[in-house]
T-cell receptor
């Protein structure tokens, strides 16, 4: 079956540095990907998405890169701030159209 | 808009008891989902619905039931609670792309 996974379970970065969180997916038919941020005790919150016909999308301080050749997705956070500390999940929409498969998440810790 | 609301926030059940987790959304979304999240893990899909009257199983449906009589509501029913159902439960809704999540229900079965 399809799966979405993350390369690193934890990531620590200095405040002000850039963060890169990676994600691998296995379903070559996946057509839509989302990054979510989950703060402690809260539900996941949408950050940014990208469709399979794109290889890069930018938001405010965040950029998502999609490499379909190697089935890899990454989230880049510029000038990481303490408020960015959270668990980040990637999710992949399956080829039936409406179900998302979530990876285990990466915990981002921002060091002062 | 309140978005997605879930009740209760916390619940402790004894083994064998039953309960219903409530989920309501006010965004007129057709798609609704129930996930569970175990400690340190990602979200696993329990059930989903593509519209009122239509539901389907996700990855981990055993021990749960759902109904979708209206667009707004998508309750999740646990009939015979087991310790393995101790988890945080999230409801989400979508118009077709990004999902909006509720704050979660933390359930403990002892």
């Amino acid at each position: 079956g399809e799966s979405v996974g993350l390369h690193l379970p934890t990531l620590s970065v200095q405040e002000g540095d850039n963060s890169i969180i990676n994600c691998a997916y296995s379903n070559s038919a996946s057509d839509y990907f989302i990054w979510y941020k989950q703060e402690s005790g809260k539900g996941p919150q949408f950050i940014i998405d990208i469709r399979s016909n794109m290889d890069k999308r930018q938001g405010q301080r965040v950029t998502v890169l999609l490499n379909k050749t190697v089935k890899h997705l990454s989230l880049q956070i510029a000038a990481t701030q303490p408020g960015d500390s959270a668990v980040y999940f990637c999710a992949d929409r399956d080829n039936y159209g409406q179900n998302f498969v979530f990876g285990p998440g990466t915990r981002l810790s921002v060091l002062p | 808009n309140a978005g997605v609301t879930q009740t209760p926030k916390f619940r402790i059940l004894k083994i064998g008891q039953s309960m219903t987790l409530q989920c309501t959304q006010d965004m007129n979304h057709n798609y609704m989902y129930w996930y569970r999240q175990d400690p340190g893990m990602g979200l696993k899909l329990i059930y989903y619905s593509v519209g009122a009257g239509i539901t389907d199983k996700g990855e981990v449906p055993n021990g749960y039931n759902v109904s979708r009589s209206t667009t707004e509501d998508f309750p999740l029913r646990l009939e015979l609670a087991a310790p393995s159902q101790t988890s945080v439960y999230f409801c989400a809704s979508s118009s077709g792309y990004e999902q909006y999540f509720g704050p979660g229900t933390r359930l403990t079965v002892t």
